[in-house]
Nanobody
């Protein structure tokens, strides 16, 4: 019912920047929250940045001051601007949306994940 498509990952040297995008499509009634998670090799997936409806944001301590999450409600898209990248930022980045869709059962709210985009930061 809802598809999330990510883009923007790649390889960059330490100190560089990347901008990730995640666009949602489908039978969307509303998008409640948007967020980015990442999973480094051999580690558990962790929250990087979260954006609730409106302007409430939350960031992992490790990325505060370097990453910025933003949204475009017209395009149903969330962005993650990543500056001053460090090797420890390397991992697969996943977007996650909490979406309300309209189904034959009425309005249903579920979490949806993107397919992941790889970010590699070399020292």
């Amino acid at each position: 019912q809802v598809q999330l498509v990510e883009s923007g990952g790649g390889m960059v040297q330490a100190g560089g920047s990347l901008r990730l995008s995640c666009a949602a499509s489908g039978n969307i009634l509303s998008i409640n929250t948007m967020g980015w998670h990442r999973q480094a090799p051999g580690k558990q997936r962790e929250l990087v940045a979260h954006l609730s409806s409106g302007v409430m944001t939350d960031y992992a301590d490790s990325v505060k001051g370097r990453f910025t999450i933003s949204r475009d409600d017209v395009k149903n898209t969330v962005y993650l601007q990543m500056n001053s990248l460090k090797p420890e930022d390397t991992g697969v980045y996943y977007c996650k949306f909490r979406v309300t869709t309209y189904t034959n059962r009425g309005a249903v709210t579920d979490d949806y994940w993107g397919q992941g985009t790889e970010v590699t930061v070399s020292s």
